[in-house]
């Protein structure tokens, strides 16, 4: 077994990337990806803007270190992963995967401190902590937000499920949630059984924020044909799910609802992961057959996928903080043309009422007081 140390490092900003880099980084692990990609070293090191010379080096000295070989090649061929390498890799991925959302905690806490500590100012009005259900599009918010002139703003965010960031928003432990529910949901759904209880007309405003494709992430191709919760039951197809208190756990209980059947009928009800992310990469690593998630987690591990409904990601905040500057800041960022601009990168997404405060009548047609 080898011991595991964790480094971070300071950079002057974070360009757009067309594909999320790994919150984590590895030299060891960017060089496999790469020549997993491109199918050579030498492009691989083109891709890394290393020299062929210095990743050869790398890789030997590796292999020398685990005891196994990384790469399987011969001249005039292309590069491929060893067995060992696959795994190795795999391994990394669905880690990366699970430990998804805290290293993104992490990466928040951090600029933060360092924020403070480069700016001598007061900077506690340009800092907003959200609790959230795990979503790729709030990191993307996350860095346009960081990235605002002449100070930025900083989105605390801390991920969790739906439910208990509602609860944490209701605790005053942040002061806007975000949770994620079908918008035409029947006013007796489950959602709405457990959404309203949390929410209060009044006391919380509804900010909307983004449309987004929820459905089965599969292998690519779709080899068990799976078009339907029905058909995951049927063919006791392995499923992974997500943990309760997540609004993709709540999804899932809605669709079974609907289709007659119950929990039991889904091999693999209890089998959890931490986010759509982890989900993704544990059937891509063979783990189960199919899980319920968003599309561009899907495509991020190179699955197929099956849409089946689309789902509203919301923010609430209370009433009185709408007046508060960092909220003002945050609302004038989503109704402006460079938000839905990034939307439009984000495969399955489309802005929906961004920024817009409203009744929850309006973005919840099935709230009933």
């Known amino acids: 077994m080898k011991r595991i140390e964790l480094a971070y490092q300071l950079c002057p900003q974070r360009p757009q990337q067309p594909v999320p880099q790994a919150l984590l980084r590895n030299p060891m692990m960017d060089v496999l990806h790469a020549v997993q990609a491109c199918g050579s070293i030498s492009a691989a090191a083109r891709q890394l803007g290393l020299s062929y010379r210095h990743v050869w080096g790398q890789l030997k000295e590796w292999e020398n270190q685990l005891g196994h070989t990384l790469l399987v090649w011969e001249r005039g061929q292309a590069a491929q992963l060893s ?94 949630a975000g949770f994620h529910t079908q918008p035409f949901a029947a006013a007796g759904s489950i959602s709405a059984r457990t959404y309203r209880p949390l929410l209060k007309p009044g006391l919380h405003k509804i900010i909307g924020f983004a449309r987004r494709t929820q459905g089965l992430m599969v292998h690519r191709g779709n080899p068990l044909r799976l078009h339907d919760i029905t058909d995951v039951a049927r063919l006791q197809a392995r499923f992974v799910n997500r943990a309760k208190g997540t609004g993709t756990r709540l999804l899932l209980d809605e669709l079974i609802e609907q289709a007659g059947l119950t929990s039991q009928d889904i091999d693999g009800y209890d089998r959890e992961e931490t986010s759509h992310g982890a989900v993704a990469h544990a059937v891509a690593n063979g783990l189960a057959d199919v899980g319920l998630g968003t599309e561009y987690a899907a495509s991020l591990a190179g699955l197929g996928f099956v849409p089946l409904t689309d789902e509203r990601y919301l923010l609430v905040c209370l009433k009185t903080a709408l007046d508060k500057p960092s909220v003002q800041r945050l609302l004038t960022l989503l109704r402006g043309p460079q938000w839905r601009e990034r939307m439009a990168q984000i495969s399955g997404y489309v802005p929906d009422h961004s920024g817009e405060v409203a009744a929850m009548k309006r973005l919840l047609p099935w709230w009933s007081t």
Request: charged content about 25%; overall charge negative.
């Open 83 to 176: 067995e060992f390498g696959q795994r190795l890799l795999s391994a990394e991925r669905l880690a990366q995967a699970r430990l998804g959302p805290q290293l993104e905690n992490l990466r928040a806490e951090l600029e933060r401190a360092f924020a403070l500590a480069f700016d001598a100012d007061d900077q506690r009005e340009d800092v907003l902590t959200l609790y959230a259900s795990h979503d790729h599009a709030l990191t993307a918010l996350q860095d346009m937000a960081f990235s605002q002139t002449p100070r930025p703003l900083h989105l605390d965010i801390r991920f969790t499920g739906s439910v208990d960031a509602i609860r944490a928003l209701n605790e005053g432990r942040c002061q806007l």
